[in-house]
């Protein structure tokens, strides 16, 4: 082929710009269109990973290396589904790679899930990280609070809501988030997991740094440290389950700090209902688990109720489907094979449709870990265009694109566009001695990053 290959990247997260990055590093002629549904890139980085997490935001830095290059071009504010459909996107490329990663809350099956005071852990971080497709205000009004899950979005949750609004005024959070944190009311954290030490899915840095703040204590009960023979062999096996038990057993025998909020990690505590009165949360009950040999956990039908006036589901993210994409609805990716998406009535691979990331094989793992995704993605797509296999689009010039959405009056924002957008919110956070004030709004952030356009 005299003319370059032509990949559409959808998803601007770590796992679009990594398999850009490894496309552009092939060796092949490449061009690729980088998609993305909000007017900045960069994903979970910017609208999931904490405020008072600055070193994994700088990783941003250098995902700024890829987007500078003149083989790649972003495109935001522009969602592939809806804005231009599948089958049109395919008429101007050769591949596409899907790299939606996932924004909404798995359910937490339990009664009262839905009572006023229970919030999906996602809706909190998507508030407090400034997405502008969530509440601009939260009530914090409840003292004593629950968290459920054990794993790092549990503890994010629980350390910004045991944090002061001053502490955290100093990171990227615009005003309207600052302004609900400063009238946090919670005084004490309870975050609780169905299994033991040795099962839950913090990572040991997390883990640690959640007592560092002042005005947090972390507390474990003694009783909570309890292992088995499969807990044993999990401590063996993963030298970081084993820091994570070492940091619990340590919480757990440590003299108290003093600090003025309280946050508790509770184990072998199975929810079985969040409590309602008058359709708002009044309590959490839990049953008592105990180790079953493996690892797992059986119900001891000791239940207790807590006195919580709010509960925060940390059970993890879930993908949404993209229009006319395959997805199977009870892993929540799009089925694949390696990274090739298959087609679920036949089960055979799709010419030209490739998945990586969260989208590829569920909300899980690091922002390292979407490396090894994208290589594997990005090895099948460049091994299928080498054998001659991708379906000739019908229009491959690099502009036909941008005419199309020109076509479309759509307010599509650049790389060029980020930049402003960013200097735009360095200014506003340079005014207030901080690095960044993030902008909230989508129109703000549209009329930013593209002043020449009417909104
Ligand atoms: C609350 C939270 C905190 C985290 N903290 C950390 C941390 O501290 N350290 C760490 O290493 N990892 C952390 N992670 C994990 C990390 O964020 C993920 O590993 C990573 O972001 C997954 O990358 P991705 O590109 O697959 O998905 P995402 O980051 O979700 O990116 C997907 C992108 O696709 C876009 N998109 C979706 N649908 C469409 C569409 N139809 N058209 C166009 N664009 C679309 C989305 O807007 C998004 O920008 C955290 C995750 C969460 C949820």
Redesign the pocket.
């Known amino acids: 082929m005299s003319r370059p290959l032509r990949v559409a990247v959808?998803?601007?997260?770590?796992?679009?710009?990594?398999a850009s990055d490894l496309l552009m590093k092939s060796g092949e002629d490449v061009q690729i269109d980088l998609?993305?549904?909000?007017p900045a890139?960069?994903?979970?980085?910017?609208?999931?990973?904490?405020p008072d997490?600055p070193r994994?935001k700088g990783?941003v830095k250098s995902l700024h290396n890829v987007l500078d290059k003149d083989h790649l071009r972003f495109l935001g504010n522009?969602?592939?589904?809806?804005?231009i459909t599948v089958e049109e996107l395919h008429s101007f490329y050769d591949a596409i790679v899907?790299?939606?990663?996932?924004?909404g809350d798995q359910d937490l099956r339990v009664p009262g899930s839905d009572l006023k005071g229970s919030f999906g852990?996602?809706e909190f971080?998507g508030f407090y990280?400034g997405n502008p497709d969530f509440e601009r205000s939260w009530d914090l009004s409840a003292e004593k609070v629950a968290v459920i899950g054990v794993g790092?979005?549990a503890l994010?949750?629980a350390r910004i809501l045991a944090k002061t609004g001053d502490e955290l005024r100093v990171t990227e959070i615009p005003d309207n988030v600052y302004e609900s944190l400063a009238r946090n009311r919670a005084t004490e954290i309870h975050v609780f997991g169905r299994r033991g030490p040795a099962q839950a899915k913090f990572?040991p840095l997390?883990l640690k740094e959640l007592d560092h703040s002042p005005t947090i204590e972390v507390v474990v009960n003694p009783e909570d440290i309890d292992y088995d023979e499969g807990s044993e062999r999990a401590r063996r096996e993963s030298k970081s389950q084993d820091l994570v038990c070492q940091t619990l057993e340590q919480y757990a025998i440590r003299d108290p700090k003093g600090a003025p909020h309280k946050l508790f990690i509770h184990f072998f505590e199975s929810p079985v209902e969040i409590i309602g009165d008058n359709g708002e949360v009044v309590g959490l009950r839990t049953e008592r688990t105990t180790l079953d040999g493996q690892g797992g956990v059986t119900g001891t039908g000791e239940f207790t109720t807590w006195d919580v006036q709010a509960v925060y589901r940390a059970v993890g993210?879930r993908s949404?489907a993209?229009?006319e994409v395959p997805f199977d609805p009870e892993r929540a990716v799009i089925p694949n094979d390696g990274g090739h998406v298959i087609d679920p009535a036949t089960g055979a691979p799709i010419t030209g449709l490739y998945a990586?990331?969260?989208?590829?094989r569920g909300?899980?793992?690091?922002?390292?870990?979407?490396k090894s995704?994208a290589k594997e993605t990005t090895e099948m797509l460049l091994s299928d265009y080498a054998a001659g296999s991708l379906p000739e689009p019908a229009h491959p010039e690099r502009e036909a694109i941008l005419e199309f959405l020109d076509s479309r009056d759509i307010a599509f924002t650049t790389w060029e566009g980020w930049h402003l957008l960013d200097a735009a919110e360095r200014q506003l956070g340079e005014a207030e001695g901080r690095e960044r004030k993030k902008i909230v709004e989508w129109n703000e952030m549209v009329r930013h990053a593209r002043p020449e356009y009417e909104i």
């Open positions: 959808v998803g601007a997260g770590p796992a679009g710009i990594y998609f993305e549904r909000m890139p960069f994903g979970l980085i910017r609208y999931g990973v904490a997490h994994i990783i522009i969602e592939i589904g809806r804005d899907f790299s939606t990663g996932a924004t852990a996602g971080v990280d790092n979005v994010d949750v990572t997390e993210y949404e993209v229009n990586t990331g969260w989208i590829k909300p899980i793992g690091l922002i390292g870990n979407t995704d």
